[in-house]
Nanobody, 124 residues
Framework: VQLQASGGGLVQAGGSLRLSCAAP????????MGWFRQAPGKERGFVAA????????EYADSVKGRFTISRDNRKNTVYLQMNSLKPEDTAVYYC??????????????????WGQGTQVTVSS
């Protein structure tokens, strides 16, 4: 499964970006999806997860209330709406998929497929 992430860029603090991740696969709706990020010198960490149906989501504490994960199973695409961005959100963002429809494996970092990263830079 090839995951194609897009939507990164440079934005000022307080601004917004929306990341997209397309998965060209008919069984997409059965996969839980998520977003992770890796800042320079740090390990890749969990950001957000969504179940295959889209009914269940979970967020890292650092992004709660600012980021929203969603999905459109008709378009095989998952989104990450990022609002009120902070310089500490600067990182390479990766989309990820788990063949298990429940979000918990994604939250735990048990990932079956990774997308290429997209750079998000937030200036102060």
């Amino acid at each position: 499964v090839q995951l194609q992430a897009s939507g990164g860029g440079l934005v000022q603090a307080g601004g917004s970006l929306r990341l997209s991740c397309a998965a060209p696969r008919r069984s997409f709706s059965g996969y839980a999806m998520g977003w992770f990020r890796q800042a320079p010198g740090k390990e890749r960490g969990f950001v957000a997860a969504i179940s295959g149906s889209g009914d269940d989501t979970e967020y890292a504490d650092s992004v709660k209330g600012r980021f929203t994960i969603s999905r459109d199973n008709r378009k095989n695409t998952v989104y990450l709406q990022m609002n009120s961005l902070k310089p500490e959100d600067t990182a390479v963002y990766y989309c990820a998929a788990s063949v298990w429809g429940h979000k918990d494996p994604v939250v735990a970092g048990s990932i079956d497929y990774w997308g290429q990263g997209t750079q998000v830079t937030v200036s102060s």
